[in-house]
């Protein structure tokens, strides 16, 4: 297989929600539009596509995969030999070896009915269990040796724990292509805190973003007088949103200068802050939005300003527990 010297596309699209019944209530009714936005996607260059082996809930496990699988495999038209399908195998404490981490992909393959382009360690286990994780990576490192993937990635690793394992892979010979963690104009703390950016640049490995929309409170579309989502998102938005007065006027006036929505102007600042964002559409219309955060830019004065008023919320979205640092 040619290695992953072709450029990602500037902008990816997630797939948590697809598939994921009990957190985002998805229902095979939902599986025509979900191939409706993957098309219209592929269409328009967005052309990588995140997912993972523990995306869909209970009976569902690997669903956001199979969809995924099935929805390329239909797929005919432009860019069709651009589609970058990404997986994330999760170190569930089952997997020790690096046998099991190749096991995985193989189940993840066969789901997606194809091999994987970029293959991810979806979180590292360096806060809990920091013994297990070499042969897990070792085990995506083999992989990239034998020519199974594209290329290798890691995600929710913070800038220590990134140069500790892009160690390793230097001396198995592998490259670490990317990085994938929480990032948004509400969530910043792997480049403010954990310093992932600086050490992504350093060692040549592209920033992904994920989560850039602040699972849809960037998108203007909550507010506190109207009812806001159920489950993990309802206590965060509720913290969250009456401190946003300041940030949401920036947004808004940078709406008017370029003529975007919210969440374009949210997603271009991700651009601008040089990483690849993955929103997550659920359906046709979300994807097609999504897409107007490409083609143009923010200056460099509008990012600060942005930088500045997301300065004045004090409150973050939820952390992953499993990122390092
Ligand atoms: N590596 C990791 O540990 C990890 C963790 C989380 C996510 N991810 C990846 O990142 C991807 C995206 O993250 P995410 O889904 O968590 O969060 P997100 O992209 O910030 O938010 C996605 C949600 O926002 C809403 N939305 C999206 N586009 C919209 C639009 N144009 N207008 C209005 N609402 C819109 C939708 O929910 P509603 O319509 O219900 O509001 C959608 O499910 C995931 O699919 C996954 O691939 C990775």
């Known amino acids: 297989m040619t290695k992953f010297s072709l450029a990602l596309p500037k902008m990816g699209c997630g797939t948590w929600a697809w598939g994921n019944r009990l957190l985002w209530g998805y229902s095979p009714d939902m599986d025509q539009e979900l191939q409706a936005a993957f098309d219209f996607c592929v269409t328009a260059g967005i052309t990588l596509f995140d997912t993972g082996d523990s995306y869909g809930t209970g009976r569902l496990n690997g669903r956001s995969e199979s969809l995924l699988g099935q929805f390329s495999q239909a797929y005919q038209g432009r860019n069709q030999d651009k589609i970058i399908l990404a997986t994330k195998l999760a170190p569930y404490p089952w997997r020790l070896t690096a046998g099991s981490m190749k096991r995985a992909y193989r189940s993840s393959s066969e789901r997606l009915q194809r091999p994987v382009d970029l293959v991810q360690m979806h979180w590292s286990t360096a806060n809990y269990a920091p013994w297990q994780e070499k042969n897990l990576l070792r085990g995506l490192a083999e992989l990239d040796d034998a020519d199974q993937v594209r290329g290798v990635g890691v995600s929710n690793y913070g800038g220590d724990r990134l140069r500790k394992i892009h160690q390793w892979f230097t001396d198995w010979g592998v490259p670490i292509k990317t990085l994938q963690v929480q990032y948004s104009l509400l969530s910043q703390d792997p480049v403010t805190k954990y310093g992932v950016k600086e050490v992504c640049d350093e060692l040549g490995i592209q920033l992904i973003a994920y989560s850039p929309l602040a699972l849809g409170l960037l998108t203007g579309k909550y507010s506190l007088d109207k009812p806001l989502p159920k489950g993990l998102r309802n206590r965060a938005f509720k913290q969250i949103l009456p401190e ?82």
């Open 244 to 325: 946003m007065g300041q940030l949401q006027a920036c947004l808004q006036e940078l709406m008017a200068i370029h003529q975007k929505t919210m969440a374009q102007v949210a997603l271009n600042w991700c651009i601008c802050k040089g990483t690849i964002p993955i929103p997550g559409a659920k359906n046709l219309a979300q994807a097609q939005e999504n897409a107007g955060a490409l083609g143009w830019r923010l200056s460099a004065a509008e990012v600060e300003n942005l930088d500045r008023a997301a300065a004045s919320v004090s409150k973050t979205m939820l952390q992953n527990p499993f990122q390092s640092q």
